[in-house]
């Protein structure tokens, strides 16, 4: 089934196809209803805030005898219900040249046609003469939770004979987002949910050469990186052998650190040991080789996706295939909500504070200082 590609949100949604697993945490633990005679709340009241238990918190002063259940925790539930309810914003962009199996690749993500230009959709696709950018929006709903996805597609990027400053528009687009959602927020009678257009993601497609990052790549990503959040991903990995795509990895790795370039997740961003470890796992991994395909094949008596070759069939969600399944979750299942969050808190941030002192700190800002985006 294809989700139908919605640039209002106001317009009939149509959920996804139903899939097996959900891309959020399944249900949270049953909240158990209150028990004044409960020795312990449904899932105690541990410390790791640094702060000594309060009495009266079901603990005395030594922190043994109990008093009773308050119901802290349900605050978990409570937010759960919120966020049901409001839903969410998910602007994630993709750059680099054509035919590199960008729309293909979103598409495989979120298992539906959230790209319009996939070489699926039919019609002639054109190359730009310079980089244009296009977002869509759709609505996607699984286990409840809606998630207005917005992919922002950059044709034209990598294409040209002259590529210098081609990353100019798309610096451009994602701090106009930045500018919107400041101008909402220093607004006097500002909403109450601030629609949230901000690029929480790029992911930049390295082509599979198995030499090295072209000029191109490393210029893009020394400029963006500051602004936004990149995840380098290697396309058609399944254009290389095991050994070529390890060697490939290996020396793009080397390299953005050869030239300082820090992409997501940044290690000066890691809030604690337990993210440091985790994060450390993840950039090691870093680039994920990946291959997209929206075409299903029966393997093993089940349905897969995956790309028929003449040797047979590579599974796109199969790990020993391809690392497309160490991405998507990655990416959705372990750090969608920190994308959004470094956004918020460190890009977004940067751009206000400088926004902010450029501006005398109090004024306004005018209206006319921006483009308005073509959303
Ligand atoms: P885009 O221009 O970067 O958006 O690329 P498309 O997604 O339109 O894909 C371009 C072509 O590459 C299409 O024929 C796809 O079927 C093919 N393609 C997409 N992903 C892969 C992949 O992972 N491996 C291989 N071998 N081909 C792919
Ligand atoms: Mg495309």
């Given at each position: 089934m294809r989700t139908k590609v919605q640039?209002?949100?106001?317009?009939s949604i149509v959920p996804p196809e139903v899939r097996?697993?959900?891309?959020?945490?399944?249900?949270?633990?049953h909240v158990a209803a209150p028990s004044p005679t409960a020795p312990h709340g449904p899932s105690g009241l541990g410390g790791g805030f640094g702060v000594d238990r309060v009495p009266?918190?079901?603990?005395s002063g030594s922190g043994s005898t109990l008093l009773g259940y308050i119901g802290i925790d349900t605050i978990i539930e409570q937010m759960r219900k919120k966020t049901m309810k409001a839903g969410f914003d998910f602007n994630i962009m993709i750059v680099g040249h054509s035919g590199l199996g960008k729309s293909t690749l979103v598409n495989t993500l979120f298992k539906s046609q959230v790209s319009r230009w996939s070489s699926g959709w039919g019609g002639e696709h054109k190359i730009p003469k310079t980089v244009e950018i296009k977002a869509v929006s759709h609505v996607i709903e699984e286990g409840g939770v809606k998630m207005k996805l917005t992919v922002i597609d950059t044709p034209?990027?990598?294409?040209?004979?002259n590529n210098e400053n081609c990353w100019d528009p798309i610096s451009k687009y994602i701090n106009e987002q930045y500018e919107k959602f400041l101008k909402e927020e220093v607004n006097?009678?500002?909403?109450?949910?601030i629609p949230d257009t901000r690029v929480h993601c790029c992911l930049y497609f390295i082509s599979p050469t198995g030499h090295s990052l072209r000029q191109l790549d490393i210029e893009f990503m020394k400029h963006l990186s500051r602004v936004v959040n990149i995840i380098p991903v290697i396309a058609k990995s399944d254009t290389m052998t095991p050994d070529e795509k390890n060697e490939f990895k290996h020396r793009v790795r080397k390299e953005l650190e050869t030239h300082g370039i820090e992409y997501y997740?940044?290690?000066?961003?890691?809030?604690?040991m337990e993210d440091k470890n985790e994060n450390d796992k993840i950039r090691e991994a870093m680039p994920f080789a990946v291959v997209g395909s929206d075409k299903e094949f029966q393997v093993n008596g089940k349905r897969v996706l995956g790309r028929k070759t003449a040797w047979g069939v590579v599974e796109v969600e199969n790990p020993n295939h391809c690392e497309f399944a160490l991405l998507r979750d990655f990416l959705i299942r372990s750090h969608l909500q920190d994308l959004k969050e470094v956004t918020h808190n460190i890009h977004y941030e940067t751009y206000r504070a400088r926004r902010l002192n450029d501006n005398g700190g109090l004024h306004p800002i005018s209206a006319n200082n921006t483009q308005e985006s073509n959303l």
């Amino acid at each position: 089934m294809r989700t139908k590609v919605q640039r209002d949100m106001s317009e009939s949604i149509v959920p996804p196809e139903v899939r097996p697993k959900p891309a959020v945490p399944a249900k949270p633990p049953h909240v158990a209803a209150p028990s004044p005679t409960a020795p312990h709340g449904p899932s105690g009241l541990g410390g790791g805030f640094g702060v000594d238990r309060v009495p009266g918190l079901g603990h005395s002063g030594s922190g043994s005898t109990l008093l009773g259940y308050i119901g802290i925790d349900t605050i978990i539930e409570q937010m759960r219900k919120k966020t049901m309810k409001a839903g969410f914003d998910f602007n994630i962009m993709i750059v680099g040249h054509s035919g590199l199996g960008k729309s293909t690749l979103v598409n495989t993500l979120f298992k539906s046609q959230v790209s319009r230009w996939s070489s699926g959709w039919g019609g002639e696709h054109k190359i730009p003469k310079t980089v244009e950018i296009k977002a869509v929006s759709h609505v996607i709903e699984e286990g409840g939770v809606k998630m207005k996805l917005t992919v922002i597609d950059t044709p034209g990027f990598g294409d040209q004979i002259n590529n210098e400053n081609c990353w100019d528009p798309i610096s451009k687009y994602i701090n106009e987002q930045y500018e919107k959602f400041l101008k909402e927020e220093v607004n006097i009678a500002r909403k109450k949910r601030i629609p949230d257009t901000r690029v929480h993601c790029c992911l930049y497609f390295i082509s599979p050469t198995g030499h090295s990052l072209r000029q191109l790549d490393i210029e893009f990503m020394k400029h963006l990186s500051r602004v936004v959040n990149i995840i380098p991903v290697i396309a058609k990995s399944d254009t290389m052998t095991p050994d070529e795509k390890n060697e490939f990895k290996h020396r793009v790795r080397k390299e953005l650190e050869t030239h300082g370039i820090e992409y997501y997740p940044q290690n000066e961003f890691d809030d604690d040991m337990e993210d440091k470890n985790e994060n450390d796992k993840i950039r090691e991994a870093m680039p994920f080789a990946v291959v997209g395909s929206d075409k299903e094949f029966q393997v093993n008596g089940k349905r897969v996706l995956g790309r028929k070759t003449a040797w047979g069939v590579v599974e796109v969600e199969n790990p020993n295939h391809c690392e497309f399944a160490l991405l998507r979750d990655f990416l959705i299942r372990s750090h969608l909500q920190d994308l959004k969050e470094v956004t918020h808190n460190i890009h977004y941030e940067t751009y206000r504070a400088r926004r902010l002192n450029d501006n005398g700190g109090l004024h306004p800002i005018s209206a006319n200082n921006t483009q308005e985006s073509n959303l």
